[in-house]
């Protein structure tokens, strides 16, 4: 339990043991069989959709400008609140859009010294970025869609065995950061041409085909960018369900032959040396170049589109990613996955469809614009109508790596040093079982179309994705670790709890407080009157004893099944 000086002061500091127990209890449940209203969101049936965004509602309480903050972002602070209510949704989202991007990833593990040779093969350093990333920068709504996009066009440290991981990933999670509000076009050649992406998946040093040793170009990243980052498996109507063929079957978007074929517009890409050794720094930021010498040259053709014979790479490339970004199947694909990352599991086939339309035409004429995208996800009168908080299938799991990000934002918590020294949370027993940046495989640390297997959601034909990643054993992980988490922070970061503390001899106000700030008052009356209970039993007659009803207050909020699922 919560740490105290004292044999009395620690039983002081243990909230009600039934309430703890049915928290984690609950929770197990959730992560065994989709209750609790986990996750959700009505029929992928085609049909005629909508084609423009649904308004988003005008007038704000503090209650929905806390969820859509939610969404948006990691966490919703007073300040982040009165903007969203003061401004209005939209104009609050464009200001977001439009802020410059704060200190990037690679220039923080410069300014902190990790370009010394002694941390050549170490990863640390990749944590510490990301979680000062993700924790301690300004440019929140950039992060936010920054990470749901390193959970589509996946890069792992983890299949990066290379000098200088920890600034391959950072300059790859920068090239993620500086897209998120582009175009998708622009990003996919970025992603392209990234070195990490290119040791990942192993376009960097792939070569034309050799026939007299039975060499051909490795098909390793023609079809993970079809499979997972532009079109997916199948053909799909605007509103994202899958067309069907004559014989009632799903239609493949492409076969082994566009595969291959694909694979040799990648051939020839490798570092860009810039004259300097092998262990260079630059050599895993800037982006590939060709060697015309390794590079195929005759014709290519995928998708319906052909690269003619004697093509240069570069004008290979181009055809190739234009084929795809022009590919119908992107905006339903892409917009589905990141309404799942942001809002819900499973939006509806017209919520899909307006955010397609939206990637296909910003109203300007312009396919692919990020911005207009990342407005549709968010402005959509689903995600904005409070009707949906009473759907028992809508709403989403709320990822564990994200759930340490918003504590951390909600609570101030600051590293003085910077350094933000968090090290992988992947552990499943003692810690998260989630750490950005290192997922187990290219595709995520969960797949988009997870179906728990033999619950209500497999019966009703929903997909739940994050409980992929959930079990038993995480669900005691996380309790066990967040503990510890709330009362003593992480390394040198620490929280304030400043408005909190000041609450802490009135439990009602004080559970309604992290109520609004941490599930925008999701909580229903017996959760939050259990939790009052068990605080109450908690004296605070001593700072140890304040510490402890602080941080249990903080702890059961999170333990919550209501605080688990984001609706």
């Not at 423009?52 to 990691?74: D, G, I, W």
């Not at 039975?214 to 980052?229: H, I, K, M, S, T």
Request: with cysteine; hydrophobic share 45%; aromatic share 8%.
């Amino acid at each position: 339990m919560l740490e105290s000086d004292t044999e009395s002061e620690r039983n002081e500091s243990i909230p009600d043991a039934r309430l703890i127990g049915a928290a984690a209890l609950s929770a197990v449940a959730l992560a065994a069989c989709g209750g609790g209203g986990a996750t959700g969101g009505g029929s992928n049936t085609s049909g005629t959709p909508a084609t423009t965004p649904a308004p988003a509602v005008a007038q704000t309480t503090a209650a929905q400008a806390a969820r859509m903050l939610m969404q948006a972002q990691f966490a919703a602070t007073d300040a982040d609140i009165t903007a969203v209510q003061s401004q209005g949704y939209s104009a609050w989202l464009d200001t977001q859009l439009a802020a410059p991007a704060a200190q990037t990833g690679w220039d923080w593990l410069m300014a902190n010294g990790y370009n010394d040779v002694s941390f050549i093969s170490q990863t640390q350093p990749m944590d510490y970025m990301i979680w000062k990333q993700l924790m301690g920068t300004p440019d929140q709504v950039r992060k936010r869609v920054a990470l749901a996009l390193s959970e589509i066009m996946v890069v792992s440290v983890l299949g990066l065995p290379v000098n200088w991981r920890s600034f391959a990933m950072a300059a790859y999670w920068d090239t993620l950061a500086a897209n998120a509000f582009g175009n998708f076009r622009t990003l996919l050649e970025a992603v392209t041409l990234n070195p990490a992406m290119g040791y990942y998946l192993n376009t960097l040093g792939n070569q034309k085909a050799v026939a007299a040793t039975g060499r051909v170009p490795d098909e390793n990243y023609a079809r993970e960018v079809l499979q997972l980052f532009t079109i997916g498996l199948y053909e799909l109507n605007p509103d994202g369900s899958n067309k069907l063929g004559s014989n009632g079957q799903p239609i493949e978007t492409y076969a082994q032959t566009d595969i291959t074929n694909l694979a040799r517009v990648f051939t020839g890409w490798n570092v860009n040396n810039t004259g300097s050794t092998t262990t260079n720094l630059l050599n895993v930021k800037q982006s590939m170049v060709n060697n015309a010498a390794l590079h195929e040259t005759g014709v290519s053709t995928f998708l319906g589109t052909t690269v003619p014979a004697g093509a240069t790479a570069v004008e290979a490339l181009r055809i190739a990613l234009d084929a795809m970004f022009n590919h119908a199947n992107v905006g339903p694909f892409i917009g589905k996955q990141l309404i799942q990352r942001l809002v819900t599991s499973n939006p509806t086939a017209a919520y899909v469809a307006r955010v397609a339309a939206s990637f296909n035409n910003n109203g300007a004429g312009v396919r692919g614009d990020m911005k207009a995208v990342i407005k549709a996800v968010l402005l959509d009168d689903e995600a904005r109508n409070d009707a949906t908080l009473t759907r028992s299938d809508f709403g989403r799991i709320r990822e564990p790596m994200v759930r340490l990000v918003q504590w951390a934002r909600t609570f101030n918590v600051t590293s003085p040093s910077d350094q933000y020294r968090i090290a992988d949370t992947s552990s499943e027993s003692t810690r998260l079982g989630q750490s950005p940046l290192r997922a187990a495989s290219v595709f995520n640390f969960f797949r988009p179309g997870f179906v728990p297997p033999n619950t209500a959601l497999a019966t009703s034909g929903q997909v739940a994705p994050e409980l992929q990643i959930t079990s038993e054993v995480t669900v005691a992980g996380y309790i066990n670790y967040m503990q510890t988490v709330v009362k003593a922070g992480l390394a040198d970061a620490v929280p304030a709890y400043t408005t909190e503390r000041a609450l802490l001899s009135d439990t009602t106000a004080l559970v309604d407080r992290l109520n609004l700030l941490l599930t925008a008052n999701q909580l229903s009356a017996a959760t939050t009157a259990a939790i009052r209970t068990a605080l109450a039993a908690i004296a605070i007659t001593t700072t140890t004893g304040q510490d402890n009803r602080m941080a249990a207050a903080v702890w059961l909020v999170m333990c919550t099944p209501e605080y688990l699922v984001q609706k």
